[in-house]
């Protein structure tokens, strides 16, 4: 087939010649399902090996700050350490 003769087929469908229709991305996604299988099963056990054999640390921290409640903006300031 000529570029001409898929030009006028595509164009007889009513696709324009910029638009991709989801028919040819399945039969793309079809034909390269070994690689994509092959990519998430890498990942994923590299991902396993990861997890099982990475040391478990945790670390927190926590500031606990009494709220007085007080009258007026100067309570605002305080609560920021600025001092009037």
């Known amino acids: 087939m000529t ?3 898929v030009d006028q087929g595509r164009a007889g469908n ?7 229709s989801i028919l040819d991305l399945l039969v793309i996604l079809a ?5 994509i299988v092959r990519t998430v099963m890498w990942f994923g056990i590299v991902g396993m090996l990861i997890a099982i054999f990475s040391s478990s640390e945790y670390t927190s ?4 700050i009494r709220e007085v ?9 305080r609560q920021e350490g600025a001092k009037l």
């Open 3 to 5: 570029e001409q003769s």
């Open 31 to 35: 034909r390269q399902k070994k690689t």
């Open 14 to 20: 009513g696709v324009r010649e910029d638009e991709i």
């Open 69 to 77: 409640e007080e009258a007026g903006a100067t309570s605002c300031h």
């Open 61 to 64: 921290n926590s500031t606990v």
